[in-house]
């Protein structure tokens, strides 16, 4: 019903504006050529001003533009080269010899539904190129926004096949803060799939202005990704791009060898059996490191080929692409198949056209075991004892609780035993007609998929890892999972754009969109006691469960922009969306947004000035956030409940969680203040300021256990949250001479404090050992550490005595203990002595591209990183919380054992306070990396007769340096492998759980073009 009243109103809204169009003026052909210094420009734009009335130029550099208005002006444009305004006065021949533009690619950036002029932007836009792309060989796309664009803020995960997490000027509350990604104007779940040499552009969206025109999905900030086309008048191009290369970890932390463990298990208790007791004498003769076991040199192999062309009306890009990559943990690996076809073809008045692009992933991903990383494991596990023992079940050898004195798993075994994989085939696509319905109007129509099938697979054999069954199984594990994920997007919109009085260029926007999602997804578990070769489900210990759910919205926009002469900008924006998220009474919502800016640079008093962009504006608006769970408005049901009933498990069927029905829209209030300027078309800087606020959060507040609900959340829509910084871009190039070179140096700020929690006193976060050491409370930080301060370690009675003087009887703690500060003074350690014992925001994230040409070679480095951030680092607490045995840091080898001995590391077996959440894990995450480092050399076309108009070679290398005092393998903390689910991943910020570190890598590659 919804969908025919959208096509009703798109048919009035053409016929109301065909009755309206004004009678044309006197038409006429206009003939000629365009080329530029060198010869003719094939495939040059010329369009009539405050038209869509244009044509492209041929092979030849010949144009025919039929219907001209005798008076009226052409533009004619080409990628690299100044626009240049010709007016017709009646002529039927015009020849046009463009020059050359200092602003190149930035001419034009795409917007929300639609393009604009870099001239006419209101809003906070940054863009990264395709060259800015390739120039980085990274596997995954969201890879290449690291460091380009200031406020936004990337954290990668080393792990092979793992997206990044992606935040835009920082977070604005506590739910779901990834960005909106938009592939070819079709709404996607994200990029990590795309092969980053498809894309042509990025764009992202960082304010109201440019963002409020998605409504109900632009809170957190949009990225627009334009792939690559064919373009008009082209001829048919092949490419092949190639690498291949080497990732490897070489950071351990420095824990015990044998002697050391030997030494320090006496000291802190009895030895275990197994280095006391002679028949084990033979057994335990190794030295074995098991973090140079777990990591590993992995190869890594990227092959792509493309053919694109066109002529004046159609054009076609067909790509495929490779990527193979062994991560370097062992048994991490990932391998994508690309496949992209877009093409366009234009009949007169109409343009049809398409994307497609599909992908096929097979990701072996890094795995837990009893709850604990790999890296864990590695720093826990006993140094005597060997990898692998062939007498053991399973071939593997790890510690038994009885013979050495603790638990920690074989990390090679629980990495490589059995099998897992994720599989998953990606399509997105769309398909569009687009019909000039006058030279001023134009109506588009398009249809897009986001579509992915997925299928988990895990089967753990049965092993036996020690002799008294610490670390066994007794049976075959196999874990099934498939699902579906469909998004369908239907958009239909009408474009008016026209020239009054040839200053007054005025746009407007009118559209409807519809966007459904359908998930369903079937697990299965069971298990095999009788064989471990046997990769089936069967009817041993099965659990099977299956989930569906739907999501659909609707939204109208409209929107506004007028320019006077390009100087004076305004452009406004009202959306209205309902989304099905909500309950019938706030199903729907108002997102407005109006901006302006001032083009200074082209009044007639900065003529003849060094300035050539000078431009302020500014923006206001609002933007929705719906990003919670389906049905939260209405009570469910859960119908495979387990429930004990005489003694046995029963089955059944209970309320799963308690609905709100008053949910409603989370509203974001964005406002921005942006400056460009642009000197002698050498530096370019832009300086952005922005303060947003979020109120009536969406919030998932816990229930009491008494509740009887099985989801023990209810969610609200209480408090709010305001974000603000600062943004900065300088730019310098220099191309005058026959070394060519420029810089890019990008700063972006973003500090959040919450507002308002409702009723809530504070939200919990992250939990650690039974323990919350994060947490969401009124003035503060979302998700700061909340802990003990320390300092330092009582070194005897008397200090002791001083401090806790509200119970001086007590002998928990002892001289060598962890000294906490009583902050109340109260005589005692309670948790009401806790406090913010850090920020896991930066105080600014930063990045540095620096790019030169001399001749033939090419040269490029990007640096990049974070400053002020603040990291839980919960290695710490395995590595010198000495609770129990396990294998330690050599740092506790000088632990205090005296008075005097040590003012850092307390005594062994201390005082449970030692290791509750305290400064003492909370180091600075600070760092400055040489993320990318490139060197090529392009062979003279005429050395290979003319065979390839491209030939080049280059070596690059990743994450060679990082500059940190970050005591962990790696201070850019990216998704931890503990809990994957996404409703508690969100409370992981900055919280190092053994992450799998970003590997560095070496690649040589090659890139032809025929």
Known sequence: MEIKFLKCLSIFLIVSFSTAVMGQQDLIDVSGTVSDEMGPLPGANIVVKGTSNGTTTDFDGNFTLEGVPSNGVLVFSYVSFATQEVAVDGRTAIDVVLKPSAESLDDVVVIGYGSQSRAEVTGAVSSIKSEDIASLPVPIADQALQGRAPGVNVVNSGSPGTPSVVRIRGLGGPNNNEPLYVIDGVISGGMNNLNPLDIESIEVLKDAATTAVYGSQGSN??????????????????????????????????????????????????????????????????????????????????????????????????????????????????????????????????????????????????RTSGGRSLIEHAIKAPPYLPVRNPDNLGGFQGPSGAIDGQDAENPVRAQTIGEQENKSINLIGSVFAEYEVSDKITFRTQVGLDYRNFQNNNFIPAYRDDETGTNQMDFAQITKNTGIFQSLTYTNSLNYKDTYGDNHNVEFLLLNEIQGIKTENVNAFSQNSVSNEINQLTQEGINLNSFSSEYNRVGYLGRLNYNYDRKYLIAASLRRDASSRFGANNRWGWFPSVSAGWNISKEDFMENTAFTNLKLRGSLGVTGNDNIGDYRYSSTLITNFIYPLAGAAGIGTTANGLGNQNLKWEETTMRNIGLDIGINNKFDITFEYFRNTSDDILVNRPLALSSGFNDPFITENVGSVETSGIEVNFGYSNYDNEFKWSANFNLGTARNEVLSLGQSEFIQGGLFQNEFISRIEVGQPLFYFHGFETEGIYQNQAEIDQVLTANPGQTTVQPGDVRIVDRNGDGQITSDDKTNIGNPYPDFTFGLNLNANYKNFDFSAFINGSYGNDIYNTNLFHLEGMTRLFNASTNVLDRWTGPGTSNSIPRALGAPRNTQASDRFVEDGSFVRLRNFVVGYTFPENMFNDTFSKFRIYFSAQNLITLTNYSGLDPEIGIPAIDGNPDTQRFEVGIDRGNYPQPKSVQVGLQLAF
């Open 221 to 366: 900030g949009v990225v627009l990704i334009t792939t690559k086309s064919g373009r008009g008048a082209e001829k048919a191009t092949l490419t092949f791009d190639a690498y291949t290369g080497v990732n490897f970890f070489n950071n351990r932390y420095d824990v015990l060898n044998v002697d050391q463990y030997r030494q320090f298990a006496g000291e802190i208790g009895d030895l275990p059996p197994r280095l006391t007791d002679p028949q084990y004498a033979n057994f335990i003769n190794n030295e074995t490191n098991w973090q140079d076991e777990v990591f590993r040199a992995g190869l890594m192999q990227n092959y792509n080929i493309g053919i694109s062309g066109g002529n004046e009306n159609s054009n076609y890009r067909i790509s495929g692409g490779y990527l193979g990559q062994e991560g370097a943990v062992v048994s991490t690996d990932y391998e994508r198949f690309n496949f992209r076809a877009n093409s366009d073809f234009t009949f007169g008045k109409l343009k049809l056209g398409q994307t497609l692009g599909i992908s096929f992933e097979n990701q072996t991903p890094e």
